[in-house]
């Protein structure tokens, strides 16, 4: 990696576009992924690069949501792998899952080097090198996924995913929580549960969240995903970038 001076104003973002660039260097993440990062720090940009109070409700939400789960499931592709391989083993620890590898832009070699990168961070098990289902709706290397994850999950994790895939899973009865710094984008509009919030900041939170709230009882659980409502959480986040326009720019919007 290039060295990058902690004392640079963009560390944290300077950082994360190298860890991408790296990703797509070493084959496990595509072309297109460095144009989903450019858009990605855009948003988080207009959000003030900070985790909001909607995040933090949609985060909560979503770890209460993946501990009452019957069969949670965790989707990590070439950015998710790039940026958080680590966190993403530990929040499949936290709730004693498997990761599945599940690409756009499907080719086995990136599927493979991706579960090796993480098994090499500790990941137990890992799926997705061999797909035995589709999803119904998408277009064949689309569809692809693993029964005993993926494909018969009742509910599903997507860090960065593509509107069409994130609607197709909804479409077969999965509650899906979406991480994803564009609150307009069409995954955030159709997830059941939206993280308007970057993976770097979201993922490791959320392992945080999953070990806090596995002490609570169920009910208590309950009650969390009862009253979550994504609506209003991306209405927020809206807000929440206008709030932080008005005070950079110091103009009313
Ligand atoms: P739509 O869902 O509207 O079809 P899209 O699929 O065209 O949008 P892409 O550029 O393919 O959008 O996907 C990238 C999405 O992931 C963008 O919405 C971007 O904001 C988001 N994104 C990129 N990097 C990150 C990150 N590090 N953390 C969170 N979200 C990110
Ligand atoms: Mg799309």
Redesign the pocket.
């Known amino acids: 990696m290039t060295d990058i001076p902690k004392s640079h104003p963009r560390y944290a973002s300077l950082v994360?576009r190298e860890r991408v660039a790296q990703g797509v260097k070493n084959g496990y993440t595509s072309s297109?992924g460095l144009?989903?990062?450019g858009?990605?720090?855009c948003?988080?940009y207009l959000l003030g690069e900070r985790t909001t109070a909607s995040a933090e409700r949609a985060i909560a939400a979503a770890a209460a949501m993946l501990l009452l789960a019957k069969r949670p499931a965790l989707s990590v592709n070439g950015?998710v792998a790039a940026?958080v391989a680590e966190e993403m083993v530990d929040l499949a620890a936290a709730l004693g899952i498997p990761l599945e590898v599940n690409l756009f832009h499907r080719s086995e070699e990136r599927v493979r080097k991706i579960a090796d990168l993480l098994r090499a961070r500790g990941a137990k098990k890992v799926l997705g090198e061999h797909p035995d289902a589709s999803v119904p709706g998408l277009d064949h290397a689309r569809a692809l996924a693993t029964r005993g994850g993926i494909y018969d999950a009742d509910v599903v994790l997507i860090?960065?995913e593509?509107?069409?895939r994130?609607e197709a899973l909804v479409a077969m009865g999965k509650k899906v929580i979406a991480?994803?710094?564009?609150p307009l984008?069409?995954?955030?509009r159709k997830a059941t549960v939206s993280i308007v919030?970057?993976?770097?900041r979201?993922v490791p939170n959320m392992a945080v969240q999953v070990r806090k709230l596995s002490k609570l009882p169920r009910a208590d659980l309950e009650k969390i995903v009862l009253e979550y409502d994504n609506e209003k959480v991306l209405r927020q986040a809206v807000q929440e970038i206008r709030d932080h326009l008005e005070s950079s720019s110091g103009e009313k919007i």
């Open positions: 994360a297109q144009i989903a990062q858009r990605g720090e948003f988080d950015n940026l860090p960065l593509d509107g069409d994130c991480i994803d710094l564009n984008s069409r995954t955030a919030d970057n993976i770097l979201a």
